[in-house]
């Protein structure tokens, strides 16, 4: 069993940065594929960026690429997501999400969210 905690969301305006965290409890952390996505309202859940169990590979979707960094400290059981040029649509309830099959970006276990807000 393992559970996400997700923490640094807030506000900020558009052209921002934030760096959510996402600590993880349970000895095989590091030998999962982790993953963030998100939710705005009255929208699906989205995928956002994947990493492979060791960082060497990651993911992300066309709407955030170049702006977006996922990364990962399996010492400290913890993900990142460092998001810079925040915009307006970016806003949304983050989640992170373990042991991802990356074919169908599909999770097994799930963090409760932080909410994000980038205001214009």
């Known amino acids: 069993q393992v559970q996400l905690v997700e923490s640094g969301g807030g506000l900020v305006q558009a052209g921002g940065a934030l760096r959510l965290s996402c600590a993880a409890s349970?000895?095989?952390?590091?030998?999962?594929?982790m993953g963030w996505f998100r939710q705005a309202p009255g929208k699906e859940r989205e995928f956002v960026a994947a990493?492979?169990?060791?960082?060497?590979?990651?993911y992300y979707a066309d709407s955030v690429k170049g702006r977006f960094t996922i990364s990962r400290d399996n010492a400290k059981n913890t993900m990142y997501l460092q998001m810079n040029s925040l915009k307006p649509e970016d806003t949304a309830i983050y989640y992170c999400?373990?042991?991802?099959?990356?074919?169908?970006?599909?999770?097994?276990?799930w963090g409760q969210g932080t909410q994000v807000t980038v205001s214009s």
């Open positions: 999400a373990a042991d991802l099959t990356i074919a169908t970006m599909t999770g097994r276990y």
């Open positions: 349970g000895r095989t952390f590091s030998r999962y594929t």
């Open positions: 990493t492979t169990w060791n960082g060497d590979v990651t």
